[in-house]
């Protein structure tokens, strides 16, 4: 069954080269949104999970794979947000004669952050890593604008330089270890980890998936990269992917592979705490949306982070469980920029305004997903930042916990803004004429906005199965 | 003199060498040999097969790539050249000495923790490795070719039409 | 200068150490884009190095040159997305200097 997870879009990619270009061009997009479909499914229905492995390059592949609830979580909130980016590049590219290798980048990234939730090992990890951040490349620089490619490039140096750091931790892992699989680490560390050679091997690669992560200090890529990226890229570089080369690495190596570690953890809860001051602030000084949002993500990834810094399981559950909730209302926050942009030709905040009588579906969405990122009842983000202080709280760090609680008032403050700035109030004069955005973007704004509300509300009666199994997978 | 002191050697020499090229031309030459000198590295680790990849991916592909793209955009006069020259001077001149103190200071370091490493045993073959280990390092690299391949397309294709 | 070591292959270690230093220093000293990536690549043949001697004192070889030579492959392919991105940048700016890499900001 796992292996089907690389296999169908891998399998995808080369029927769709193989065909000739108008037939390619007319399923291209039907065809990942059905493999981004069938993800999903796999994931939430059970008798999914029997389909045995059959033939013989699944068996081929299985023995690499390994997978448990945090894969879960990830696999099914990919599924998502690949088809949110779907969804928006259908109705967003620029050049359509460029559809088909635009979808042949969606499948090989699809494949790439499946092959890195199910690995277990720090070399694949690095490998699988690599190719998500070169996914991520291309998809930056699709469009070739000036600014994209500038960005693109600032990203590949910096993304590089922390490829670098992972792989010198690998060298030294495997001369302390003797091996890169996650066990055979796993053991090494436990048993000496404290020898100067393995506390620089952990570092570097903390730093690294920092970097990737885009976690303070090493954030100064991101908003670029964001904001440069054509649209549906945005959604999908916000949405997951920079998530899946990072934090999900920090959470799958506290967890699986790190034995509980001190100094690992204030390193970690500092940093998440700079993460959402730095975002935070940043995001105030913003005057386009999208620089905004992405100093936004920043700061909930710092929230993320400062959830696993706790240490315990309830934190380990909290940062996956924002995890996924940022992946839904941090999509929709794009897809909704993207609308803006679609309709207005602009996402600059200072020629905006009023938006909301002539854009309503967008500007009720985007209000949605406001209030879930700042952590408003009864939408799912308020459930997470209150698991997330709850857990800072349990373990002691009662300064951390109301530091959380306080950066919240800020991120409503520059969420509303952003909010007022764009849709509330009157119509500018020359926007008077703008129309809703084409329904494909307004379905997934509204599937999404509807998976957030829904998770918010439905959460006591879900936190039984969904939360504890969570916490529980050390 | 005893042979890894030799590569060592040559491995530091070759890399500064890259880094005080005053012309890309040779920066990129500089840069093949390193990749030789590594390859011999390899080699002498009994470490063949990555010698052999390393030698004609490091020193044939890599460079021809650089090359190329070299060759599309020079379009330096002779004058700029002994400019660059100077300011290359100007800036790396610290390197050398920077990597002289460094490599001073780690050969006296003792490090605790390293293993000493078995009597020559004969490493296990390289294809078995690959075949029966380490598959989705096959499937990455696939994919990660795949996605070259596909950037390719999009971003030098379009070079050559825009023209 | 004694050099108390080990072994033959940990010198080579601190060889990929310095090599190491030296990528760094090139990435954060040129304003050439081609020569940024010149030391991007010299980095990734520190880790290379550095893959090699820790197998060979692990007696690991045959998986070090497996993870060597997958290596080496993915830095071909960031390569090559990275002259594709560095010519368009060329064909827009007419010149390769990093210093003209200022719009972004924020």
């Known amino acids: 069954?796992?292996?089907?997870?690389?296999?169908?879009?891998?399998?995808?990619?080369?029927?769709?080269?193989?065909?000739?270009?108008?037939?390619?061009?007319?399923?291209?997009?039907?065809?990942?949104?059905?493999?981004?479909?069938?993800?999903?499914?796999?994931?939430?229905?059970?008798?999914?999970?029997?389909?045995?492995?059959?033939?013989?390059?699944?068996?081929?592949?299985?023995?690499?794979?390994?997978?448990?609830?945090?894969?879960?979580?990830?696999?099914?909130?990919?599924?998502?947000?690949?088809?949110?980016?779907?969804?928006?590049?259908?109705?967003?590219?620029?050049?359509?004669?460029?559809?088909?290798?635009?979808?042949?980048?969606?499948?090989?990234?699809?494949?790439?952050?499946?092959?890195?939730?199910?690995?277990?090992?720090?070399?694949?990890?690095?490998?699988?890593?690599?190719?998500?951040?070169?996914?991520?490349?291309?998809?930056?620089?699709?469009?070739?604008?000036?600014?994209?490619?500038?960005?693109?490039?600032?990203?590949?140096?910096?993304?590089?330089?922390?490829?670098?750091?992972?792989?010198?931790?690998?060298?030294?892992?495997?001369?302390?270890?003797?091996?890169?699989?996650?066990?055979?680490?796993?053991?090494?560390?436990?048993?000496?980890?404290?020898?100067?050679?393995?506390?620089?091997?952990?570092?570097?690669?903390?730093?690294?998936?920092?970097?990737?992560?885009?976690?303070?200090?090493?954030?100064?890529?991101?908003?670029?990269?964001?904001?440069?990226?054509?649209?549906?890229?945005?959604?999908?570089?916000?949405?997951?992917?920079?998530?899946?080369?990072?934090?999900?690495?920090?959470?799958?190596?506290?967890?699986?592979?790190?034995?509980?570690?001190?100094?690992?953890?204030?390193?970690?809860?500092?940093?998440?705490?700079?993460?959402?001051?730095?975002?935070?602030?940043?995001?105030?000084?913003?005057?386009?949306?999208?620089?905004?949002?992405?100093?936004?993500?920043?700061?909930?990834?710092?929230?993320?982070?400062l959830g696993l810094g706790c240490g315990t399981p309830l934190g380990v559950a909290a940062a996956i469980l924002h995890l996924f909730n940022h992946a839904i209302f941090k999509s929709l926050l794009f897809i909704n920029a993207a609308a803006v942009e679609q309709r207005t030709g602009t996402t600059n905040m200072r020629l905006l305004g009023g938006l909301g009588s002539r854009m309503p579906t967008t500007s009720l969405t985007s209000t949605i997903a406001v209030l879930s990122t700042a952590g408003i009842p009864p939408f799912s983000g308020f459930w997470s930042k209150l698991v997330i202080v709850i857990a800072l709280w349990q373990s002691q760090h009662y300064a951390y916990a109301a530091f959380a609680a306080m950066l919240s008032v800020v991120t409503l403050t520059y969420l509303l803004t952003m909010q007022r700035r764009v849709f509330f109030g009157k119509t500018a004069a020359h926007l008077l004429e703008t129309r809703e955005a084409r329904l494909g973007l307004v379905l997934p704004e509204v599937a999404l906005a509807l998976v957030t509300t829904a998770v918010g509300v439905l959460f006591p009666w879900i936190v039984g199965t969904f939360l504890f199994p969570l916490g529980g997978i050390r | 003199m005893e042979f890894n002191v030799a590569l060592f050697m040559f491995l530091v020499i070759a890399a500064v060498g890259t880094a005080m090229a005053g012309r890309l031309l040779h920066a990129v030459i500089s840069l093949a040999v390193v990749s030789a000198v590594v390859s011999v590295v390899l080699f002498h680790l009994h470490a063949p097969m990555a010698a052999v990849f390393e030698l004609s991916v490091g020193a044939g592909l890599i460079p021809a790539v650089f090359l190329s793209a070299i060759g599309a955009t020079q379009r330096l006069t002779p004058e700029t050249m002994q400019d660059r020259r100077r300011e290359i001077l100007q800036l790396y001149w610290s390197l050398p000495v920077i990597v002289a103190l460094a490599a001073l200071a780690m050969t006296q370091v003792r490090l605790v923790g390293l293993p000493t490493p078995p009597a020559a045993a004969p490493p296990g073959d390289v294809r078995t490795v690959i075949w029966n280990l380490r598959h989705m390092d096959l499937m990455g690299q696939i994919l990660a070719l795949l996605a070259a391949a596909v950037t390719v397309v999009v971003l030098i294709k379009e070079l050559e039409h825009e023209h | 200068m004694s050099i108390e070591l080990a072994s033959g292959p940990a010198l080579l270690g601190i060889g990929a150490a310095l090599i190491l230093i030296t990528g760094f220093y090139i990435i954060v000293g040129?304003?050439?884009?081609?020569?940024?990536?010149?030391?991007?690549?010299?980095?990734?043949?520190?880790?290379?190095?550095?893959?090699?001697?820790?197998?060979?004192?692990?007696?690991?070889?045959?998986?070090?040159?497996?993870?060597?030579?997958?290596?080496?492959?993915?830095?071909?392919?960031?390569?090559?997305?990275?002259m594709g991105i560095i010519l368009h940048l060329y064909k827009r700016n007419q010149s390769l200097d990093t210093r003209l890499l200022r719009n972004l900001k924020g």
């Open chain 3, 30 to 82: 040129t304003r050439n884009m081609i020569r940024a990536v010149i030391g991007l690549v010299l980095l990734t043949k520190a880790c290379t190095v550095l893959l090699a001697v820790a197998g060979s004192m692990r007696g690991q070889l045959a998986l070090a040159q497996g993870l060597i030579i997958t290596l080496i492959i993915m830095e071909v392919a960031i390569l090559v997305v990275a």
């Open chain 1, 1 to 305: 069954m796992l292996p089907l997870f690389l296999l169908v879009p891998f399998v995808s990619l080369l029927i769709l080269n193989m065909l000739r270009g108008r037939a390619a061009r007319r399923i291209a997009f039907t065809l990942v949104s059905v493999v981004a479909l069938g993800q999903i499914v796999a994931v939430l229905w059970p008798p999914a999970r029997d389909l045995p492995a059959t033939e013989p390059l699944s068996a081929f592949l299985a023995l690499g794979l390994h997978s448990d609830s945090l894969s879960q979580v990830l696999l099914l909130s990919i599924g998502i947000v690949v088809m949110a980016a779907v969804a928006v590049g259908r109705a967003t590219l620029s050049y359509d004669k460029h559809r088909v290798n635009f979808v042949s980048v969606l499948l090989l990234s699809l494949a790439a952050m499946n092959g890195t939730v199910l690995l277990s090992d720090m070399f694949s990890l690095y490998v699988f890593v690599e190719v998500t951040s070169v996914c991520s490349f291309t998809l930056v620089a699709f469009d070739r604008t000036r600014d994209s490619l500038e960005g693109a490039f600032k990203y590949l140096i910096v993304s590089v330089v922390a490829t670098v750091l992972m792989l010198v931790s690998v060298g030294l892992l495997l001369l302390v270890a003797g091996g890169t699989s996650f066990d055979a680490v796993a053991n090494a560390l436990r048993n000496g980890g404290a020898s100067p050679l393995a506390r620089t091997a952990v570092a570097a690669f903390v730093c690294g998936l920092f970097v990737k992560g885009g976690v303070v200090p090493f954030h100064g890529w991101l908003p670029g990269a964001y904001s440069t990226a054509p649209p549906s890229a945005s959604v999908l570089l916000a949405g997951i992917m920079t998530k899946v080369s990072g934090v999900y690495g920090l959470i799958r190596l506290t967890v699986s592979v790190f034995p509980p570690n001190a100094e690992l953890n204030w390193v970690l809860l500092l940093a998440g705490a700079v993460s959402i001051a730095v975002g935070a602030f940043g995001a105030l000084r913003q005057t386009d949306m999208k620089w905004l949002l992405s100093y936004s993500s920043i700061s909930q990834v710092g929230y993320i982070v």
